[in-house]
């Protein structure tokens, strides 16, 4: 029987409030002609292969979470995907150890087309049990300054809206990891085996899921 996670759904009002958050930062750089992944780049002038960006990645030193967005080289990402956010949670109490939450590739256009969990090794995460990666991602938030705030709303709000699917993947990459560790090799091992990359994901239709929460009889609370 798989693993329950304690994720639940949130309120209808929360969700409504998430998905307008995202509406509104992503019509106002469309409004600038600016699509998000450009935005992402935090007004670096180039787009580097591995690279970090903003440079020092986006934290919140009271939360403990931070995210950034970079690109690998073309034939490590998905066909039509520009570069992703890494999602992390850091140990306030030791500062050299931290988690992976979630990965989400974005396309040229900006918009979310992919979630995805990764191996041990690809972030150097000291990796969390799926409970504890479900709980993180219900209470993501980062609230940063700068050109970096709109985007940490935006990243903010779609972990709130797709909660219930991170949780989900969250499970299925342990147990994709048993399954593998079955076949013979010890999990430590494994999660340093470089030629296992990404080990679960889906891919995502924010418009979709944007019309379900804001219809015109949801009211956010106010």
């Not at 180039?46 to 903003?54: L, N, R, S, T």
């Not at 494994?190 to 804001?214: G, M």
């Amino acid at each position: 029987m798989p693993t329950r996670l304690p994720a639940k759904p949130r309120s209808d009002q929360a969700m409504t409030a998430a998905a307008r958050q995202l509406m509104a930062v992503q019509a106002s750089y469309a409004s600038s002609g600016t699509p998000l992944c450009q935005a992402a780049l935090c007004g670096a002038r180039d787009f580097v292969e591995w690279a970090h960006y903003p440079a020092n990645d986006c934290t919140d030193a009271h939360s403990g979470f931070e995210f950034y967005y970079h690109a690998h080289t073309r034939d490590e990402m998905s066909a039509g995907e520009h570069g992703h956010f890494h999602v992390f949670r850091r140990d306030a109490n030791k500062a050299d150890k931290f988690f992976h939450v979630i990965g989400i590739s974005l396309d040229a256009k900006g918009l979310p087309i992919k979630l995805f969990t990764t191996n041990a090794w690809v972030t150097g995460e000291a990796m969390a049990p799926a409970a504890t990666v479900a709980k993180a991602a219900q209470q993501f938030s980062v609230k940063a300054h700068g050109r970096a705030a709109p985007i940490a709303r935006w990243v903010t709000a779609l972990m709130q809206l797709y909660g219930m699917e991170i949780a989900e993947l969250a499970r299925q990459r342990d147990e994709k990891l048993d399954q593998l560790t079955s076949a013979g090799q010890s999990k430590k091992i494994l999660q340093q085996d470089r030629r296992v990359r990404v080990l679960s994901q889906r891919r995502i239709n924010v418009l979709k899921k944007l019309n379900q929460h804001c219809s015109p009889d949801r009211e956010v609370a106010p």
